[in-house]
């Protein structure tokens, strides 16, 4: 069980906005800033937002991340079918010295 | 173009050993911290050890310590992880990344992935 918590599943219809949540804790979040992965299945991850917040080069504006305390947001906005996959934030942890990957969240684009 | 490619992966018994390689092209690798990431069927991401630039840090996940070895050949421009005392649990598609220190380390490049299948 990881030290950060992400809902197992989200969902939304295209053109909708949805946004996944990753909870954590002073010695991560709380004091370092979290990236988010996408992963298709059967291929290997995506850096996402890098930073809390920043987007590398070539990846849409629809996608925008966010921080505040112990917890971090990913928002995608104008949903698509090509977003379904899986999301995982992941941040550096001081007391464990190590980076930890939330659980991870499947998206479903109904 | 910018490439990591793992090799290595194989079906072992439990408590065996084996040796992960990840050949890197493409970018200056003696630039960059490396890192391993598994993934367990079925399962979500774990990051598993880094190393820095030189080889001079390392860092593990609790549950390897003491079995797995990160190491570096910056003259080949290699990454390997050197797998000891093997367990069911350390099955998985395991991922070599590169860390972007522009992106505060995160890992912007990854591998194709290799499978580790412990099992008798």
């Known amino acids: 069980q990881s030290v950060v918590t992400q809902p197992p599943s989200a969902s939304g219809t295209p053109g909708q906005r949805v946004t996944i949540s990753c909870s954590g804790s002073?010695?991560?979040?709380?004091?370092?800033?979290v990236n988010w992965y996408q992963q298709v299945p059967g291929t290997a991850p995506k850096l996402l937002i890098y930073n809390n917040n920043q987007r590398p080069s070539g990846v849409p504006d629809r996608f925008s991340g966010s921080k505040s305390g112990t917890s971090a947001s990913l928002a995608i906005s104008g949903l698509q079918s090509e977003d379904e996959a899986d999301y995982y934030c992941a941040p550096w942890d001081a007391s464990l010295n190590g980076w930890v990957f939330g659980g991870g969240t499947k998206l479903t684009v109904l | 173009e910018v490439q990591l490619v793992e090799s290595g992966g194989d079906l072992v018994q439990p408590g065996g050993s084996l040796r992960l390689s990840c050949a890197a092209s493409?970018?200056?690798?003696?630039?960059?911290?490396m890192t391993w990431v598994r993934q367990a069927p079925g399962k979500g991401l774990e990051w598993v050890a880094n190393?820095?630039?030189?080889?001079?840090?390392?860092y593990y996940v609790d549950s390897v310590k003491g079995r797995f070895t990160i190491s570096r050949d910056n003259a080949k421009n290699s990454l390997y992880l050197q797998m000891h005392s093997l367990r069911a649990e350390d099955t998985a598609v395991y991922y070599c990344a590169r860390q972007e220190t522009s992106y505060s380390y995160a890992f912007d490049i990854w591998g194709q992935g290799t499978m580790v299948t412990v099992s008798s």
């Open positions: 002073s010695s991560n979040i709380g004091s370092n800033t």
């Open positions: 493409g970018f200056t690798f003696s630039n960059y911290w």
């Open positions: 190393i820095k630039k030189d080889g001079s840090e390392k």
